[in-house]
């Protein structure tokens, strides 16, 4: 097994992220789980809910080949995610981009695809706490939709970002 250092992708079993993210923890193994707010809607009443960004992904970060196998030996953890015989490592610029993305408050309907982004100018944003971040802007009913590409996981981020932080960068290509 060739350097297994980074950030890695293990697949858990479906509704068990944050057990596995908390199990990581506790046996001091960096992991990330990115959360978003959503609304669920019952019969008799609405709620805002915390949901992985990616279902059944917890991220960690693998500091040693004991870290690799211990990850792994997580109950409901269930493989680390490959593409082909390589298994997927995810950059720490993209984990900073999710954090970004994740972590600010006027950043709203926040969702995953894996559909390539389409054709378009591709930014960085100029303003705000996303000041840097490289994105792919398109408009959607009136509101600035920006995409960041996961390379490493053949995956998208989409978010709602106000227009003031597109403001400058609009004009600029």
């Known amino acids: 097994m060739k350097n297994t250092q980074g950030w890695h992708v293990i697949y858990v079993k479906a509704k068990h992220e944050k057990k596995v993210h908390e199990e990581l923890q506790r046996r001091n193994i960096d992991s990330f789980l990115p959360m978003i707010s959503t609304v669920r809607q019952w019969s008799d009443r609405k709620k805002k809910i915390q949901t992985p960004l990616f279902p059944s992904y917890v991220f960690v970060n693998i500091q040693s080949q004991g870290d690799f196998h211990n990850a792994l030996s997580v109950d409901d953890a269930c493989a680390y995610i490959r593409f082909g015989s390589e298994y997927g490592k995810v950059s720490q610029k993209e984990i900073d981009e999710i954090k970004m993305l994740v972590g600010v408050e006027d950043v709203t309907n926040v969702e995953m695809n894996r559909e390539l982004p389409a054709v378009g100018d591709k930014l960085k944003i100029a303003q705000g706490e ?22 490493s996981l053949h995956q998208n981020i989409s978010a709602t970002i106000p227009s003031y932080y597109l403001r ?3 004009h600029a290509s």
């Open 168 to 170: 400058n960068t609009l």
């Open 130 to 151: 996303l000041s840097g971040l490289e994105c792919e802007v398109y408009k959607v009913n009136n509101a600035n939709k920006i995409k960041v590409r996961l390379n």
